[in-house]
């Protein structure tokens, strides 16, 4: 009895050493995996701030940029509009739009038809022309929201704050011209890195005879400090049918 007494003791002790063991490298495991957790932790927040720096950056020179070219007064762009999925892309309408000055002047066109619209805040005229149908309409008033209208797709305030934070950024390039690719909650845009400008944007989807589009718009042809009197001068109504509003 004395004999099997004392290998009870003998396991009992060995059971509490195993189970002593166990039970300290299960907590050495879990302390481990404690500072594992946390320099992964570290190191993603670490990497959020680095993003959230680079977006600032980037955001910062394009409104810079932005703004920069709003303020000289004279600048001119062109853009196409139109919807497009894997298969096929629909017929594009297009607006060129100038501005000098306290003079604008923006020409639709979709298909054979088009529509200008004059703006003279100097000269307190607006006039609208359909040059198909050899018509024009003259009035004694200019809108200032027309004629100092921004280009779309600036960035203001509010956005750029939304940018900073929500939007995923990368480079790309759209007609030859390195741009900032901005995706910010499904709208993506590009940002031309030279001048700030807007090249190109797709802005949602459009349900076509059952087919799915994209909505796309390409701006081309910007140009800065280029244009001269001549090219924004009063439309010429000669061979119109002009009404004239007060």
Not at 152 to 157: A, H, K, V
Request: one cysteine or more; hydrophobic letters at 35%.
């Amino acid at each position: 009895s004395s004999v099997y007494l004392f290998m009870e003791l003998v396991l009992f002790r060995t059971i509490r050493i195993w189970k002593g063991d166990f039970i300290m490298k299960k907590e050495k495991n879990n302390h481990i995996i404690n500072w594992i957790a946390l320099i992964l932790f570290v190191i993603v927040m670490v990497a959020s701030v680095v993003d959230i720096m680079r977006k600032h950056n980037i955001i910062e020179k394009i409104v810079a940029n932005q703004k920069d070219v709003i303020s000289q007064n004279n600048y001119s762009y062109h853009v196409e509009s139109y919807n497009k999925n894997n298969e096929s892309e629909t017929t594009k309408s297009s607006m060129s739009f100038y501005k000098k000055d306290k003079i604008s002047m923006q020409i639709l066109k979709n298909n054979d038809n088009s529509l200008i619209f004059w703006y003279d805040l100097g000269a307190n005229e607006q006039i609208t022309l359909v040059p198909q149908n050899l018509k024009a309409s003259v009035y004694k008033n200019s809108s200032e929201f027309f004629v100092n209208q921004l280009p779309p797709y600036m960035i203001d305030e509010e956005n750029k704050n939304i940018m900073k934070i929500f939007s995923i950024i990368t480079s790309d390039t759209v007609n030859g011209e390195k741009c900032y690719k901005i995706n910010t909650s499904g709208l993506i845009t590009w940002y031309s890195k030279e001048s700030g400008m807007i090249l190109k944007a797709q802005n949602g989807k459009k349900v076509i005879d059952g087919k799915e589009y994209d909505c796309i718009s390409e701006f081309k042809d910007w140009k800065f400090n280029e244009l001269t009197d001549e090219d924004v001068t009063r439309p010429n109504l000669t061979g119109y049918e002009v009404t004239n509003n007060e």
